[in-house]
């Protein structure tokens, strides 16, 4: 429980490091058909949650956009990690300091990739994500947000379960696939 509590006060902490960051960035919101250039983070301690993301990625690589993925797993374990391959990194919880940021060098260069569209698929609102959302240099930010204070440019609004009560896979796979019809329309629409 001790435990617990110690790891809540790290991300508060972290939150407040980062509350004034504001990263210099160029906002632009483009069509689907001319966006060249795709982030896609994402939890990937869930196996399926993975082979979700790895579908959107070969249909959005069909359409000729480059895709990069940034996968967190929630471990410490290195046998719980993922390799990396082309377009999808990893990093876990010892890639973290003591404000729960990530400081790898591959988080590094996903923040300061300069994306046309980052989609942000944490439905479980996991910090080490929604801080490289923040720090990121990307043009375009969507994502699922409960709050207005989302890191968002584009948020599209959805009940969240109570605190502590985490979503079961299949509503998380839900939840992503709404996410990702409504950024197809709202960028077909432009």
């Known amino acids: 429980m001790l435990k617990k509590h110690l790891f809540q006060w790290r991300e508060r902490l972290g939150r407040i490091t ?8 160029q906002k632009q919101v483009r069509n689907l058909a001319e966006i060249r250039t795709v982030g896609i983070l994402y939890d990937a301690t869930d196996r399926e949650v993975f082979e979700y993301v790895n579908d959107v990625v070969k249909r959005l690589r069909a359409e000729m956009k480059k895709v990069y ?4 797993i929630n471990s ?18 010892k890639c973290l300091d003591f404000y729960l940021r990530p400081k790898s060098p591959v988080v590094r260069n996903f923040m300061a990739e300069p994306f046309d569209l ?17 720090c990121s240099r990307a043009s375009f930010k969507v994502g699922l947000s409960p709050t207005p204070h989302s890191p968002h440019d584009l948020s599209f609004q959805i009940p969240f379960p109570e605190h502590g009560m985490p979503y079961g896979r ?3 796979l ?3 696939s709404q996410l990702i019809v409504n950024i197809r329309k709202y960028l077909h629409a432009i």
């Open 174 to 176: 839900r939840l992503m």
């Open 76 to 93: 410490r374990d290195e046998r719980d990690m993922l390799s990396s391959r082309l377009g999808f990194d990893f990093f876990n919880r």
């Open 69 to 72: 993925t940034l996968g967190f």
């Open 170 to 172: 299949e509503q998380k």
């Open 18 to 25: 980062v509350q004034n960051q504001s990263l210099p960035r």
């Open 118 to 134: 980052l989609i942000d698929l944490n439905v479980e609102r996991l910090w080490p994500l929604e801080y490289i959302m923040r």
